[in-house]
């Protein structure tokens, strides 16, 4: 017979439990986990008997966490942390060249320098596996905090994330983002005000993703009304093509405007003022202790120093 805590921290109940915490929807939350709502429910409620409380009560429609729920989520999260902390400890005397790396990569940005970098590992060090996620904002800091991927390549300063305090990161390097647009009458202008850029309709990466909202947060800070958007995308070739096509304006890092072959009747101008941010490693704090990471990290440091970003990437584009 299972003893209490057994029945409360097994990894499955501890699963289910934070994925409802983070949605706060029986339904989506199911969705997520793959199972059927009343499974879920069912779950729940055994956990809530097993410690003796209520951990969600709803308020009309809405779920909420309660005093027992705060208590359980804030022991989960220690229970995650320590058995991770645990994970990097033992992985600490493991080999620099040898085991898997897991990466995520924000899923709106350019590969093509990750990709090739990917290609050269492998050939120096063929038993240490690489493998690469493409992920939204949100999968990138849940996997992250449950130690699902050992670094994250994103855009920062991300104010998504209010507890910094478990991560560090390393820059890559600094970026703008530009504006794309179609009008000649604005073609010999480099720097252009955000009033000045509302008039025609936009194609834009969709809500809650980091560019999105960096532009929102810009626009707001000019007061200034935010473009209508036409059409959502999540990758920069996809807005480019779809902007080009349609003589819709858009917005785009420089790092991936740069080294494009002259574009027909399209322009870029930054921002003003400028839109800024950096391209970084982030990881938890330890992770970089770890060989096999430390050497990723050292290695991808080398391949830069021979060639930076930008140089890389034009390369990659004239291949």
Same mark, same amino acid.
């Given at each position: 017979?299972?003893?209490?805590?057994?029945?409360?921290?097994?990894?499955?109940? &501890?699963?289910?439990?934070?994925?409802?915490?983070?949605?706060?929807?029986?339904?989506?939350?199911?969705?997520? +986990?793959?199972?059927?709502? %009343?499974?879920?429910?069912?779950?729940?409620?055994?956990?809530? !008997?097993?410690?003796?409380?209520?951990?969600?009560?709803?308020?009309?429609?809405?779920?909420?966490?309660? /005093?027992?729920?705060?208590?359980?989520?804030?022991?989960?999260?220690?229970?995650?942390?320590?058995?991770?902390?645990?994970?990097? $400890?033992?992985?600490? =005397?493991?080999?620099?060249?040898?085991?898997?790396?897991?990466?995520?990569? +924000?899923?709106?940005? $350019?590969?093509?320098?990750?990709?090739?970098?990917?290609? +050269? =590992? #492998?050939?120096?060090?063929?038993?240490?596996?690489?493998?690469?996620?493409?992920?939204?904002?949100?999968?990138?800091?849940?996997?992250?905090?449950?130690? @699902?991927?050992?670094?994250?390549?994103?855009?920062? %300063?991300?104010?998504?994330?209010?507890?910094?305090?478990?991560?560090?990161?390393?820059?890559?390097? =600094?970026? /703008?983002?530009?504006?794309? *647009?179609?009008?000649?009458?604005?073609?010999?202008? !480099? !720097?252009?005000?955000? @009033?000045?850029?509302?008039?025609?309709?936009?194609?834009?990466?969709?809500?809650? #993703?980091?560019?999105?909202?960096?532009? *929102?947060?810009? #626009? @707001?800070?000019?007061?200034?009304?935010?473009?209508?958007?036409?059409?959502?995308?999540?990758?920069?070739?996809? &807005?480019?093509?779809? =902007?080009?096509?349609?003589?819709?304006?858009?917005? &785009?890092?420089?790092?991936?405007?740069?080294?494009?072959?002259?574009?027909?009747?399209?322009?870029?101008? *930054?921002?003003?003022?400028?839109?800024?941010?950096?391209?970084?490693?982030?990881?938890?704090?330890?992770?970089?202790?770890?060989?096999?990471?430390?050497?990723? +990290?050292?290695?991808?440091?080398?391949?830069?120093?021979?060639?930076? #970003?930008?140089?890389?990437?034009?390369? &990659?584009?004239?291949?």
């Amino acid at each position: 017979m299972k003893t209490k805590q057994e029945s409360i921290f097994s990894s499955k109940t &501890l699963t289910y439990f934070l994925q409802l915490a983070e949605t706060m929807n029986y339904t989506q939350a199911a969705q997520i +986990l793959g199972i059927t709502q %009343p499974a879920l429910t069912q779950q729940i409620k055994k956990l809530e !008997r097993t410690v003796g409380a209520p951990l969600f009560y709803s308020v009309g429609k809405k779920l909420r966490l309660s /005093d027992a729920g705060y208590t359980m989520l804030d022991a989960t999260h220690k229970i995650y942390g320590i058995l991770n902390t645990a994970t990097d $400890e033992i992985q600490q =005397s493991t080999s620099a060249t040898q085991g898997e790396i897991n990466i995520g990569l +924000l899923a709106s940005m $350019e590969d093509a320098v990750f990709e090739d970098f990917a290609i +050269l =590992s #492998y050939q120096n060090n063929p038993d240490l596996k690489i493998s690469f996620h493409m992920l939204t904002r949100k999968e990138i800091w849940e996997r992250l905090e449950n130690n @699902k991927i050992d670094l994250a390549i994103m855009y920062l %300063p991300d104010d998504s994330i209010k507890n910094w305090k478990p991560y560090e990161s390393k820059k890559i390097i =600094s970026d /703008d983002l530009l504006f794309i *647009h179609h009008d000649e009458q604005l073609a010999k202008k !480099r !720097r252009i005000k955000f @009033k000045d850029t509302t008039a025609d309709v936009w194609a834009m990466y969709p809500d809650g #993703y980091y560019l999105n909202q960096a532009l *929102h947060e810009a #626009y @707001k800070n000019q007061l200034a009304d935010f473009p209508k958007s036409v059409a959502n995308f999540t990758t920069p070739t996809q &807005l480019l093509h779809f =902007s080009m096509q349609t003589q819709a304006s858009t917005a &785009l890092p420089n790092s991936f405007m740069i080294g494009q072959e002259e574009l027909p009747n399209t322009w870029t101008a *930054h921002f003003d003022p400028n839109i800024r941010f950096d391209l970084a490693f982030v990881f938890r704090k330890g992770k970089a202790e770890i060989p096999r990471i430390s050497h990723f +990290l050292a290695q991808f440091d080398r391949y830069l120093h021979t060639d930076d #970003y930008i140089s890389r990437l034009k390369q &990659l584009r004239n291949q």
